[in-house]
């Protein structure tokens, strides 16, 4: 494997070189797609993206090599991502970091397996449960009372469970959270491996923790077995391509890639592939320089933003339960104390003021700081926050009552798994009906994509009373058939 790519080329992209020789070649194009590199391409289509992107939007052509059975170009990128992220071995993803998750988990459960996970992980999770029937065993993440956010599950959560579960067959934890809190990941990968069992890692929003020393430690380094990176969230991938790595002997390997091969697409995108390979190269190459000033510009948001009155910023020097490191380049903002909604100040920015959060809350806004922002940008944040802060009216306890931070994961009973409670009966009922009844469907606000229900767990009215709280305020509940959640789908008593 290493004769086929010596490592230490982190400068080449084999694959993106692969794709642009591709395109240079005549050919009379009898294979998909069907627009026939561009030459069928709605005019109106071509004129926003641009022909060349119809050119390079090519299938698996013998020299573009096979990425269920790489051999070639892909094989040789994905050496190197390995090399430059810290892996042993890595695998190209083009159905996102969800597929990954879902890989990682059918490769590790059997149906019935206990999988040891946080209750803040990822709807992906969920569905992994769904499609592996593993039974999850929930270690209830830290929670911060003073934002309203949930932090990740303790290392003690982790013992106690493996403790009561001693048969389970894998943990998995959410590093770093949406909000960039970090958990104490190394002894939780110590906790693990005591009891001869691999942690996976769902870093969706941790890929560029290996190129900084003022990052987090990245999952890899701490002792991960498996970790699954969106590369397209915070580096420079296309939306939609993300990295599987691996190291050591805890994960079977070639269960792994057939896992794969039943939750990826059967016709890779090229774009997406190649986005990688020169997403790799670019960090490889230039990471500590980038992410050094990416550190900078969010410091510097950061800075400003904290002097702004009524605003406040979630500070990176948190060491508290569920949270022993934080990514600086995540700025939290709470927005309550200046008589807005999280989703009500989202909407103020996007529309009228030209800025837009990744993601809105209750009280807070979250907004990513990566290497594709400019000093424009932070300016026009900054600018943004204080015209948004000046415009505001009275206090958020005088108008809405979520002043006191409510917990967005109500305490979870399972009576069924979630594969069971997938394929069982169903029936639709008015909301105020459901409580105590096993829910039928996932529910979670979106984004983060947290479910707040899922099937086979308990309805309570806490979790009901957080739901409809968000969709008062503003938010998008995904996931259930009643988007107004007037009804829901429970099991069929």
């Not at 969920?126 to 029937?133: D, E, P």
């Not at 469970?161 to 958990?183: F, I, N, R, S, W």
């Not at 459901?434 to 983060?448: D, H, M, Q």
Request: aromatic share 4%; glycine share 8%; with cysteine.
């Amino acid at each position: 494997m290493n004769n086929l790519c010596p490592r230490g080329l982190q400068t080449t992209t084999p694959l993106l070189n692969a794709l642009c020789a591709a395109i240079e070649q005549p050919c009379a194009a009898f294979h998909t797609p069907g627009h026939k590199r561009g030459q069928g391409t709605p005019e109106n289509l071509k004129s926003l993206l641009g022909a060349a992107v119809f050119e390079a939007d090519l299938p698996e052509l013998p020299e573009l090599d096979n990425l269920f059975a790489p051999e070639g170009a892909i094989l040789q990128a994905q050496i190197l991502a390995a090399e430059a992220f810290g892996a042993e071995q890595t695998w190209f993803l083009v159905n996102g970091t969800t597929c990954g998750i879902e890989a990682a988990i059918l490769a590790t459960c059997n149906p019935g397996d206990k999988l040891v996970l946080p209750r803040n992980a990822h709807q992906a999770a969920i569905a992994a449960l769904i499609l592996s029937g593993a039974v999850p065993i929930f270690a209830e993440p830290a929670y911060d009372s003073t934002w309203g956010i949930a932090h990740s599950m303790t290392a003690a959560a982790v013992a106690i469970a493996l403790e009561q579960h001693p048969d389970a067959k894998a943990v998995m934890m959410v590093y770093p959270t949406y909000y960039g809190a970090c958990g104490e990941i190394e002894a939780i990968a110590q906790i693990a491996h005591q009891s001869h069992i691999p942690l996976l890692v769902d870093e969706a929003h941790g890929a560029h923790f290996a190129f900084h020393p003022h990052l987090p430690i990245a999952a890899l380094a701490a002792g991960a077995d498996l970790t699954v990176q969106s590369t397209h969230k915070v580096l420079a991938a296309l939306t939609q391509a993300s990295m599987l790595h691996v190291q050591g002997d805890r994960i079977d390997r070639q269960r792994l890639s057939k896992a794969l091969q039943l939750v990826q697409s059967t016709s890779p995108s090229y774009l997406l592939l190649a986005s990688l390979d020169a997403a790799r190269q670019q960090m490889a190459t230039q990471g500590h320089a980038l992410m050094s000033r990416t550190l900078e510009l969010a410091d510097r948001a950061r800075t400003q933003i904290s002097q702004i009155p009524g605003l406040s910023v979630l500070q990176p020097g948190c060491s508290t339960a569920g949270c022993v490191a934080f990514d600086p380049t995540r700025l939290t903002v709470a927005v309550s104390h200046i008589g807005l909604t999280g989703f009500e100040a989202d909407e103020i920015l996007h529309q009228t003021l030209g800025v837009t959060a990744e993601l809105p809350g209750l009280q807070h806004l979250m907004f990513m700081v990566t290497l594709g922002n400019t000093e424009q940008d932070i300016e026009r944040l900054v600018n943004g926050l204080k015209t948004l802060a000046d415009r505001a009216v009275g206090q958020l306890e005088n108008q809405l009552n979520i002043s006191r931070p409510v917990a967005p994961i109500a305490p979870t009973l399972t009576p069924l798994s979630p594969r069971a409670a997938f394929f069982a009966k169903a029936e639709t009922l008015p909301i105020g009906q459901t409580f105590n009844r096993i829910s039928a469907e996932l529910v979670c606000p979106y984004p983060p994509g947290i479910p707040v229900l899922f099937p086979g767990e308990v309805v309570t009215e806490g979790a009901i009373a957080y739901l409809q709280q968000v969709i008062v305020a503003g938010g998008v509940i995904t996931g259930c058939a009643d988007r107004h959640l007037r009804t829901l789908n429970v099991i069929e008593a």
